[in-house]
Structures are given as C-alpha cells and as structure tokens.
C-alpha cells in the first residue's frame, strides 16, 4: 500500500511541476502570466499579494532551471 501512495505522491507532483513549467514559459506577457497564476490561486480559495505571486513564480523558475 505504500509503494502505491509513493507512486501517487510522484505523478502529482510530477503533475505539478509540469503544469507551472507550462504556464512559465507559455507566450503571454509576465505581468499577465502572473495574474492569471493570482486569478488560479484565488479560485483555489488561496489569496497572494502581488509580491508572493513573484517570490512564486521566482522560486518555480530557479527549480525548472536546476
């Protein structure tokens, strides 16, 4: 049962990661990308300031390029 839950826990997060390196590098304008990650957040019921949603997408990019 728990190699199944490791198993899970890796697509999810593999999921994940996928996801925020498609949003980082899809062509739209930085300022617009970073809204649309505030709007997804929102509709999760988390609420970012402008400066969090930066340290995110800053913290998201520094992963993707190790």
């Given amino acids: 049962m728990n190699?199944?839950?490791s198993i899970l826990y890796a697509f999810l997060g593999?999921?994940?990661?996928?996801?925020?390196?498609?949003?980082?590098?899809?062509p739209e304008k930085g300022e617009?990308?970073?809204t649309r990650i505030k709007e997804l957040l929102k509709k999760k019921g988390i609420?970012?300031?402008d400066?969090?949603?930066?340290?995110?997408?800053?913290?998201?990019s520094a992963q993707i390029e190790e």
């Fill in 3 to 5: 190699k199944s839950l």
């Fill in 14 to 26: 593999g999921a994940i990661v996928g996801c925020a390196a498609a949003i980082l590098f899809a």
């Fill in 32 to 34: 617009d990308l970073r």
């Fill in 47 to 49: 609420d970012f300031s």
């Fill in 51 to 60: 400066d969090e949603v930066e340290q995110l997408v800053k913290q998201i």
